[in-house]
Nanobody
Framework: QVQLVESGGGLVQPGDSLRLSCAASGRTSRSYVMAWFRQAPGKEREFVAAISAGGLSTHYANFVADRFTIARDNADDTVYLQMNSLKPEDTAVYYC???????????????WGQGTQVTVSS
């Protein structure tokens, strides 16, 4: 069993930066691929970024366009999503998830956090 708790969301202006954190707990959490997904009102949940268990491989959605960076600190069991140059269309609830495979499909993820709201507005 893996428990995930996100934090770091908030209200920011276009062009600002924000860093999300996901604290993982559980005996085998460090062996999981970790990812960020997001869901805007009225839209389906979409993949944002993923990182392998060891942190050497990453995968990003096309819309990230070098604005976001995913990283993990296995010593602290924490995964981060650094988001720069935020746009209003980035407004969504951001979820942390854990999987055994490096995938962009939410169906592959077994554990989910409760989400953190990110709002980008002037």
């Amino acid at each position: 069993q893996v428990q995930l708790v996100e934090s770091g969301g908030g209200l920011v202006q276009p062009g600002d930066s924000l860093r999300l954190s996901c604290a993982a707990s559980g005996r085998t959490s460090r062996s999981y691929v970790m990812a960020w997904f997001r869901q805007a009102p009225g839209k389906e949940r979409e993949f944002v970024a993923a990182i392998s268990a060891g942190g050497l491989s990453t995968h990003y959605a096309n819309f990230v366009a070098d604005r976001f960076t995913i990283a993990r600190d296995n010593a602290d069991d924490t995964v981060y999503l650094q988001m720069n140059s935020l746009k209003p269309e980035d407004t969504a609830v951001y979820y942390c998830a854990a999987s055994r495979s490096l995938s962009s499909s939410h169906h592959e993820y077994d554990y989910w956090g409760q989400g953190t709201q990110v709002t980008v507005s002037s």
